[in-house]
């Protein structure tokens, strides 16, 4: 089993729509939680950061990080064809030492025009 | 503000031959990370250093790959003796001092081992 499962997709929306993407994780230790956006051949992009549980917004996406359930969320509003890439969650432990990010397999989205 | 640079953006290696990746962090920042995303597959960690120092290398394999980040100069991950499972991307990525723990992605270097 994956210390962190993703679902690969791939999600297609329609412009405009609400995104939702997740991960679950196994390691309790995890406290500090991030989403990156990568496109094709590019390096990831950090789009939110998140420590312990509790929601983020930053403009059009939202983080929200339940450590009871082990599972992290980003919602994405008003998505947008350049929104078309693929999404990684990644976390940390942090304070004791290990800042060693450990990433799902990234969710692939494409928002159609 | 410079992002994290990496250097060779492309490299193309034949089979024994070395590999050197070279990561220049962003301003201000002291810490490094190395990532290897094989194709189809996730970012792996690899090492994470600080000047002088190797933190944790729990993710480093125990033969042919070193890394190092000088007093002067980028960091360095070299791969000796590279072979055909050695082609990936490899990336970089640097965070501040103290407890903050952000990572900031270099663009990569692709490693193409014919």
């Known amino acids: 089993q994956k210390e962190v499962e993703q679902d690969p997709g791939p999600l297609s929306v329609p412009e405009g729509a609400i995104v939702s993407l997740n991960c679950t994780y196994s390691?309790?230790?995890?406290?500090?939680f991030m989403w990156y956006r990568q496109y094709s051949r590019k390096g990831p992009e950090l789009l939110m950061y998140?420590?312990?549980?509790g929601n983020k917004e930053d403009g059009r996406f939202t983080a929200q990080v339940d450590k009871s359930s082990k599972y992290i969320s980003l919602f994405i509003r008003d998505s947008q064809p350049s929104d078309s890439a693929t999404y990684l969650c990644?976390?940390?432990?942090?304070?004791?030492?290990?800042?060693?990010?450990?990433f799902g397999s990234g969710t692939r989205l494409q928002v159609q025009p | 503000n410079a992002g994290v640079m990496q250097n060779p953006r492309h490299l193309v290696r034949r089979r024994g031959q070395e590999a050197r990746l070279r990561c220049s962090p962003m301003?201000?920042?002291?810490?490094v990370y190395w990532y290897r995303q094989l194709p189809e597959e996730g970012l792996k960690f690899m090492v994470y250093?600080?000047?002088?120092?190797?933190?944790?290398e729990s993710g480093m394999p125990k033969e042919r790959f070193s890394a190092e980040f000088p007093k002067e100069g980028p960091s360095i991950l070299r791969i000796q003796q590279v072979v055909r499972g050695d082609s990936a991307a490899y990336f970089c990525a640097s965070s501040p001092s103290g407890r903050d723990d952000t990572q900031y992605f270099g663009p990569g270097t692709r490693l193409t081992v014919l």
């Open positions: 998140t420590y312990s549980s």
């Open positions: 990644a976390m940390s432990e942090g304070n004791t030492g290990r800042r060693a990010l450990t």
């Open positions: 250093l600080q000047k002088e120092n190797i933190i944790d």
């Open positions: 390691n309790s230790a995890f406290q500090y």
């Open positions: 301003k201000g920042h002291s810490h």
